[in-house]
């Protein structure tokens, strides 16, 4: 039996901002499905004032027809810690003797000789374990959450660079009685992960410039995103997030 053949196409409303396209391999029975997703900055200009727009946090979705995910392991996988017992053990030693020469007035000098030594000692061994902070984390549902990340956590910084690098983000096999696979994928945000920031002007103008005109350079970004994307079946279900990117990918 031949294996299928797919078509890709791919929309990006806002082309600076990101992009995410799918490919699919067939390997015996089960697909493949690889992904590239890319994040930027964009310039955006409002009131003859330049501006810099960006996302802190985005969503990658898949919604499938004709197929599921398998069991398999997929891109962003973040196992749970294991419990980290503390284990102490502590030891005492000591020795004691003294040293003292006195006068006996019956039979003369006398002496005690001792020697007096004295230690504690305390021994703590800790088990410790390093924490490895992913910057795709896979979610339920065929879903990824995408947040740059520190040492010590999340970060609220805006994401930039690719996020997964044309790798395999899961496995795929047909559903029963399923005929005809399709898959589309979006990268969602939210409003508040839209970062605005002014780039000229002093310190005290950017801020201003920030604070009067975000919620309409935003209220914008987002509405141009909409009106691209508004055929979306994913759009359609999921109203407190807009598409900023789709790929879809269709058996011949």
């Keep these: 039996m031949d294996d299928p053949e797919f078509s890709t196409s791919g929309t990006n409303p806002l082309s600076e901002l990101s992009e995410v ?14 992904c590239r997703l890319r994040f930027g900055k964009m310039q955006y200009e409002y009131k003859e004032q330049e501006y810099e727009v960006g996302v802190s946090k985005a ?3 898949l919604s499938l027809e004709g197929c599921e995910t398998t069991l398999g392991s997929g ?9 980290v017992e503390e284990d102490c053990v502590e030891t ?3 020795v004691g003797a003294d040293v003292s020469i006195g006068a006996n007035t019956e039979t003369g000098p006398a002496a005690q000789i001792g020697a007096g030594v004295g230690a504690n000692a305390a021994r703590k061994r800790t088990l410790n374990q390093s924490k490895v902070h992913l910057p795709v984390t896979a979610l339920p549902n065929d879903s990824w959450e995408v947040r740059p990340q520190t040492v010590t956590g999340t970060s609220n910084s805006v994401i930039e660079g690719t ?10 096999r047909r559903k029963k009685g399923g005929n005809r696979l ?7 945000v939210s409003r508040s992960a839209v970062k605005v920031s002014a780039k000229r002007g002093n310190r005290l103008g950017r801020s201003m410039s ?4 975000k919620d309409a350079i935003v209220s914008q970004i987002l509405r141009k995103a909409i009106q691209r994307e508004a055929n ?3 759009n359609q279900s999921t109203t407190s997030a807009v598409a900023i990117s789709r790929c879809e990918v269709f058996e011949e």
Excluded: H, M
């Design 210 to 213: 920030e604070w009067q005109n």
């Design 59 to 61: 969503y990658l979705r």
């Design 163 to 172: 996020a997964i690098p044309s790798t395999k983000l899961c496995s795929l």
């Design 75 to 83: 891109f962003g996988e973040n196992v749970l810690e294991a419990v």
């Design 182 to 188: 399709a898959i589309i994928g979006e990268v969602q």
């Design 232 to 234: 979306s079946a994913l």
């Design 21 to 34: 396209r799918f490919e699919i391999d067939a390997r015996e029975g089960l697909f493949e499905l690889k």
């Design 92 to 94: 005492q030693a000591s």
